[in-house]
Structures are given as C-alpha cells and as structure tokens.
Antibody
Framework: QVQLVQSGADVKKPGASVKVSCKASGYSFVTFGINWVRQAPGQGLEWLGLINPYNGHTEYSQTLQGRVTMTTDTSTSTAYMDLRNLRSDDTAVYYC??????????????WGQGTLVTVSS | DIQMTQSPSSLSASVGDTVTITCRASQSISKYLSWYQQKPGIGPRLLIYGASSLESGVPARFSGSESGTDFTLTISSLQPEDFATYYCLQTYRKPRTFGGGTKVESK
C-alpha cells in the first residue's frame, strides 16, 4: 500500500535551518507530485509547495519568500523540504502529501504522519 | 491567489444528524475541489475529489456537490468517528489553497 513516512520531530533555534524528509513506498515515486503542507498549533492547513519527482520542477508558496527548497532523491524515493532562516512562526507540523489525478481531477490522496518542527531560542 | 471561504468554522451535532459544510471559491475552479477529514495528531484523510467523487474506502454517508463556485460536503447520519475537522482544498491553480476548516463537535 502507498505509504509516506516522514522524519522525526526537530527543535531548532531562530535563524537555523531544518530539513524534513518524506520516504515514499508502494508506488512509482516519479509518477506523482509531492506537496508540502504545514499546520501551526491550533491552526488550519497551509500549502508550502509542490515538487515533481520526475523532473525536479518545483513551485513554492510566495509566503515563504525564498526560504524553502524542495528536492527529491529518486534512488531512495525520498522527498526533502529544506526551510532556512527559521522564525518562531515556522513552528508547525509539516506534512508531505502525494498529488494524484483521479478521473481527471487532482487531489492529495496519501499523507505522511507529520513532522513537528519547533523553533525556539 | 484563489481564496476558499469555508463555513461554518465549527458546529455541534449529534450522532444520526445530517451535517453540511460549505466552501466558496473566489473564482471558478471547475471541479478541482477535494474534501479532507483530520483528527487530532494525524494527517488529513481524503474523502471526496472532483467535488463529488467518493474516495475508495470512504463510507457512502459522505457526499459532495457543486454549484458554480459553491461546494458542499454532506455527512448523512453522523457517526461517532465523524467528529473531526474538515477542510476543502482547491487544486485548480497554484498556490493550492485550503478552506479555513470546520470543526464538527458533539452536541
């Protein structure tokens, strides 16, 4: 079955960087895009960006203002999200989610378990 | 960016009730609208895609509909396991945008 397994929780100081991983299994990794979504404590879902593992093409949310880089390693079926110059308001649970087309419509059908990133001095 | 306005932000209901949640898109998104259920501490679960298609394994009491830029998620005969937060998502354009969420609580 399709699984996305993320790296464990992390605590960082303001100004540092964090790299979250998302290992896919159960399907052809290069066939579907990987979204990154975050959820601040008690808040809703915020889309961060999307990467196409087939060609590495990325699209990012403007709100991250150039602080994010998304990459993939097709040899290990793993997606990565690197967030730099962390601020306290980056404290959130970060999710990866597979984007698929079903009957012509796009949706996110499989999600990782989430990675809590805490930014604190 | 496409704005998704979801309402209500919360509601109280009892087991057996029919619950309706609405999302309105700020522009046409065709049927690129999906619905998700989220329970505390775990990632969202896809319920509906293409505005009205039921994801495999999702109970038939969940249904979706669309009228122009208005989208509705209906839960018929609410079950105890349905108390959760629900989100809509548009995948018509990037940036992808979610509705603000609706928390369904027990009355």
């Amino acid at each position: 079955q399709v699984q996305l397994v993320q790296s464990g929780a992390d605590v960082k100081k303001p100004g540092a960087s964090v790299k979250v991983s998302c290992k896919a299994s159960g399907y052809s990794f290069v066939t579907f895009g990987i979204n990154w979504v975050r959820q601040a404590p008690g808040q809703g879902l915020e889309w961060l960006g999307l990467i196409n593992p087939y060609n590495g093409h990325t699209e990012y949310s403007q709100t991250l203002q150039g602080r994010v880089t998304m990459t993939t390693d097709t040899s290990t079926s793993t997606a990565y999200m690197d967030l730099r110059n962390l601020r306290s308001d980056d404290t959130a649970v970060y999710y990866c989610a597979r984007e698929v087309m079903k009957s012509g419509w796009l949706s996110m059908d499989s999600w990782g378990q989430g990675t809590l990133v805490t930014v604190s001095s | 960016d496409i704005q998704m306005t979801q309402s209500p932000s919360s509601l109280s209901a009892s087991v057996g009730d029919t619950v309706t949640i609405t999302c309105r898109a700020s522009q046409s998104i065709s049927k690129y609208l999906s619905w998700y259920q989220q329970k505390p501490g775990i990632g969202p679960r896809l319920l509906i895609y293409g505005a009205s298609s039921l994801e495999s394994g999702v109970p038939a009491r969940f249904s979706g509909s669309e009228s122009g830029t208005d989208f509705t998620l209906t839960i018929s005969s609410l079950q105890p396991e349905d108390f959760a937060t629900y989100y809509c998502l548009q995948t018509y354009r990037k940036p992808r945008t979610f509705g603000g969420g609706t928390k369904v609580e027990s009355k």
